[in-house]
């Protein structure tokens, strides 16, 4: 049985419909009432493992007034499921206006785990580095998604850059990461995970939208985007004048001060800098 008064945030399948715990469906099975991204997709996948509940409406467009009806259910001590169409609620789905609105009004919120696209990417990509940054769905607009590109741009080749893409976007999508990153940083593209013609193709990013542009049905389904960082120069790529530059920088100011001054007296890569200052530091 579930508590009364409790809102639980449960992971449903990212596709197939045997990807969802059995304290999922438990809940499910329990709770008053399920508020559900679509009540149609839900309804499929409660059909599917014989689970009959009461349901409402809760997406994008209607989240707030949806929450204020949750918070009424819970207040008259029913529980109540919040699932949204694929994976993990409040994870670039809605979910999370909900789950702050009740739990200011003193609900328990309770997690139930379970699917994610991009961790279900990440452990079969085979990426060995040890930190990732998940964006989710970039700018639909190019210029907009050129503008968030540039911010991430930098960012250091321990780190995997994470997106979400819909199928009508891949390819303008692509070719905005090549202009923005180039084409030598390496991209695993996931697409239709757990579904059957799931797809998990690993390429130099340079290569990736002739790989989709040769296979029209490459570009059908969910995308999952694993980038990796920006390689960080060795000491021996960095010019003799900038080493120089940098030492007596150091001398006088503060680490992260004399990498930015350095940066921008001899216009070398800033983390090749940072990370030759740090190595600088240790050795004195």
């Not at 923005?180 to 390496?186: C, E, I, S």
């Not at 960080?232 to 900038?242: H, K, M």
């Not at 001398?251 to 940072?274: F, G, H, W």
């Amino acid at each position: 049985m579930s508590p009364k008064s409790t809102l639980y945030v449960v992971a449903t399948p990212i596709g197939n419909l045997r990807d969802i715990s059995l304290r999922a469906l438990d809940i499910l099975a329990a709770v008053d009432v399920i508020a559900a991204e679509d009540t149609r997709t839900t309804g499929h996948l409660l059909a599917h493992h014989s689970i009959t509940r009461k349901m409402l409406a809760l997406h994008q467009h209607n989240e707030r007034t949806a929450a204020e009806k949750i918070i009424g259910l819970l207040a008259a001590g029913k529980s109540v499921a919040l699932v949204t169409d694929a994976g993990t609620p409040g994870i670039s789905d809605p979910g999370a206006i909900v789950v702050q609105l009740v739990r200011q009004q003193g609900y328990p919120v309770v997690p139930i785990p379970g699917a994610n696209a991009a961790v279900s990417a990440l452990s079969a990509a085979g990426i060995a580095a040890p930190h990732f940054l998940f964006y989710g769905f970039l700018p639909a607009k190019t210029g907009a998604r050129k503008r968030e590109l540039e911010s991430l741009k930098s960012q250091p080749h321990t780190l995997t850059l994470v997106f979400y893409e819909a199928p009508h976007r891949i390819l303008e999508c692509v070719a905005d990461l090549v202009a923005v990153l180039g084409g030598d940083r390496q991209i695993t593209i996931a697409r239709e995970l757990t579904k059957m013609f799931e797809t998990i193709h690993t390429c130099a990013l340079g290569n990736a939208l002739a790989w989709l542009q040769a296979d029209a049905n490459q570009q059908k389904g969910e995308f999952v985007l694993l980038v990796s960082g920006a390689e960080v120069q060795d000491e021996t790529e960095i010019s003799d004048q900038a080493q120089r530059t940098l030492n007596l920088l150091l001398a006088d100011l503060p680490l992260k001060q004399a990498v930015k001054l350095a940066a921008e007296i001899t216009d070398e890569n800033k983390n090749a800098l940072y990370d030759l200052a740090l190595s600088l530091k240790q050795k004195s």
